[in-house]
T-cell receptor, first 116, second 111 residues
Framework: EAQVTQNPRYLITVTGKKLTVTCSQN?????MSWYRQDPGLGLRQIYY???????DKGDVPEGYKVSRKEKRNFPLILESPSPNQTSLYFC???????????????FGAGTRLSVL | GQQLNQSPQSMFIQEGEDVSMNCTSS?????WLWYKQDPGEGPVLLIA?????ELTSNGRLTAQFGITRKDSFLNISASIPSDVGIYFC???????????FGQGTELSVKP
């Protein structure tokens, strides 16, 4: 089954304590992305990656890091979390091969993060 | 970043009623996607549209790619309680480009 898997689903942490949210996809997709979702602000892109070792900033990258050492994995790293990073986070992936039907982006189930 | 204009922001309807929502943009899009997000879950694709004027159905859901390529519509017929959730439109302005989202329509269905 085609899947984007995020872990953990829920996380409560304290300010300044480094954390990593993992994301893995089993569809051999080139493109992976992280979003945060906040009430009234919709889905905002944090970082994205077009392929292994290729990452780029989205709309709200401050306070986040990513890496893409393997095609299937795209972890999101918060080096020093702050309360304004409390949010619902989604990982997503899609292929960059071909057109039309290949434009479909698949989402993980989400990680709800609370930073105290 | 750019977002699509999605309306309405929320809807409260009675079970059995039909629902309509739409997304508009000042730019031309070449793909429109409609997603549903259940509470506590990630967005799941409902319908994908690739050609201006295209009308596609998925069960009780019907979506259309506007002729101008600047809008899209989603209709849900005979709503049921499990239709509750947030519906997002999303689109690409070019192949391989950034997926741009609407802000979502929150649907509540009263039994």
């Amino acid at each position: 089954e085609a899947q984007v898997t995020q872990n953990p689903r829920y996380l409560i942490t304290v300010t300044g304590k480094k954390l990593t949210v993992t994301c893995s996809q089993n569809m051999n997709h080139e493109y992976m992305s992280w979003y945060r979702q906040d009430p009234g602000l919709g889905l905002r892109q944090i970082y994205y990656s077009m392929n292994v070792e290729v990452t780029d900033k989205g709309d709200v990258p401050e306070g986040y890091k990513v890496s893409r050492k393997e095609k299937r994995n795209f972890p999101l790293i918060l080096e020093s979390p702050s309360p304004n990073q409390t949010s619902l986070y989604f990982c997503a992936s899609r292929t960059l091969q071909g057109k039309l039907a290949k434009n479909i982006q698949y989402f993980g189930a989400g990680t709800r993060l609370s930073v105290l | 970043g750019q977002q699509l204009n999605q309306s309405p922001q929320s809807m409260f309807i009675q079970e059995g009623e039909d629902v309509s929502m739409n997304c508009t943009s000042s730019s031309i899009f070449n793909t429109w996607l409609w997603y549903k997000q259940d509470p506590g879950e990630g967005p799941v694709l409902l319908i994908a549209l690739y050609k201006a004027g295209e009308l596609t159905s998925n069960g009780r859901l019907t979506a259309q790619f506007g002729i101008t390529r600047k809008d899209s519509f989603l209709n849900i017929s005979a709503s049921i309680p499990s239709d509750v959730g947030i519906y997002f439109c999303a689109g690409y302005r070019e192949f391989g480009g950034k997926l741009i989202f609407g802000q979502g329509t929150e649907l509540s269905v009263k039994p």
